[in-house]
């Protein structure tokens, strides 16, 4: 189930004070990279991720390949840094309002 406008609101507060957990280099998304993002989604749920590169379609199709590989949520996009939230049953760090 997709998450609503306030679920993301209530994340991003959270997020606003993460270091980013993943840096995608001028290689761009990996393999590599992409399992450690699954590693560090599993571990902390909320995951900020800087992106290296200039341009923005190609910032925009490295997120969207991130997003689509791990099927996790998207809660916000500022300039070269992007969030992602998805649930880990097992570890539930972040209680989101309905």
Same mark, same amino acid.
């Given at each position: &189930?997709? =998450? ?6 209530? #994340? +991003?507060?959270?997020?606003? %004070? =993460?270091?980013?957990? $993943? =840096?995608?280099? /001028? @290689?761009?998304?990996? /393999?590599?990279l992409? !399992? ?11 995951? @900020?991720?800087? #992106?290296? %590169?200039?341009? +923005?379609?190609? +910032? !925009?199709?490295? $997120?969207? !390949? $991130?997003? !689509?590989?791990?099927?996790?949520? #998207?809660?916000?996009? $500022?300039g070269? &840094?992007?969030?992602?939230?998805? +649930? *880990?049953?097992?570890? *539930?760090?972040?209680?989101l309002? @309905?």
């Amino acid at each position: &189930m997709p =998450l609503s406008s306030s679920q993301k609101r209530h #994340l +991003r507060g959270f997020a606003h %004070d =993460l270091k980013p957990v $993943i =840096l995608v280099g /001028q @290689k761009g998304v990996t /393999q590599a990279l992409l !399992a450690e993002f699954d590693g560090a989604l599993d571990h902390h749920e909320l995951v @900020k991720v800087k #992106l290296a %590169d200039d341009d +923005r379609e190609s +910032r !925009a199709a490295s $997120i969207e !390949a $991130i997003r !689509a590989h791990s099927g996790a949520e #998207l809660v916000q996009v $500022i300039g070269k &840094m992007a969030c992602f939230f998805k +649930r *880990n049953p097992d570890r *539930n760090q972040y209680p989101l309002p @309905k």
